[in-house]
């Protein structure tokens, strides 16, 4: 089965500041892998997504993520951080040998929070 | 386009009261659905989900139950309500295996 890590609970970052978010995952071949993004108490938002091809995806709102094989990673990347951007942010995994439903394993989020 | 409704928003019901929570998706057909459960300050866990009407799959045993009676609409139920189901429920879809899920608003549950 997959799993999903993101090993910072937390990060504070100033506004205008570039961002890396990290995510590792464990499965046994290429799976999807996806960036979702909530507000709180609302629900998820998808901000890009990996099944295939160029390892260097773009998504919304400026965000992009690489995924890299040999470390088992996709990180999720800004360039330069908004005071909207503050957030929780999840990395998840599907496994493509799912017959019928995507079943998503989610990491336990990281708490983005921007300095003014 | 497509749009995914829950309702309600949020719910403070006593423990050993029942429970339905519904959700309802427009602008698809025949749709994978899913809900998920989020605990405070944690990540998503998947609950149950379905491929057809009347074909629902559990994925961790626990107080609760799904049905999807219409193709489009999916219910989360419980007959006594405990405690330790507090927490924000989110329904989502998907439109086939390798396509991202789109979740809905959530519903807070605050069991007293």
């Known amino acids: 089965a997959q799993s999903v890590t993101q090993p910072d609970i937390h990060i504070t970052v100033s506004e205008g500041a570039s961002l890396e978010l990290r995510c590792n995952y464990s499965?046994?071949?290429?799976?999807?892998l996806f960036w979702y993004v909530q507000s709180p108490g609302q629900g998820l938002q998808l901000l890009l997504k990996?099944?295939?091809?160029?390892?260097l995806v773009q998504g919304i709102k400026g965000f992009e993520a690489e995924f890299k094989r040999s470390q088992s990673s996709f990180n999720l990347r800004k360039p330069s951080v908004h005071w909207s951007d503050a957030a929780e942010y999840f990395c998840a995994v599907g496994a493509r040998e799912n017959q019928g439903a995507q079943k998503l394993v989610f990491g336990q989020g990281t708490r983005l929070t921007i300095n003014p | 386009s497509q749009t995914i409704h829950q309702w309600p928003a949020t719910l403070v019901q006593p423990v050993g009261s029942p429970l339905s929570l519904e959700c309802t998706v427009e602008g698809t057909s025949n749709p994978n659905l899913y809900w998920y459960r989020q605990a405070a300050g944690r990540g998503l866990q998947l609950l149950f989900y379905s491929v057809g009407i009347g074909q629902i799959s559990s994925e961790v045993p626990q107080n609760l139950s799904a049905s999807r009676p219409q193709d489009r609409q999916f219910i989360l139920s419980s007959k006594k309500l405990l405690l330790s189901d507090s927490g924000f429920y989110l329904c989502?879809?998907?439109?086939?295996?390798?396509?991202?899920?789109?979740f809905g608003n959530g519903t807070r549950l605050t069991v007293t």
């Open positions: 499965y046994g071949a290429t799976p999807y």
């Open positions: 989502a879809w998907s439109v086939r295996r390798n396509s991202p899920l789109h």
């Open positions: 990996y099944f295939s091809g160029d390892t």
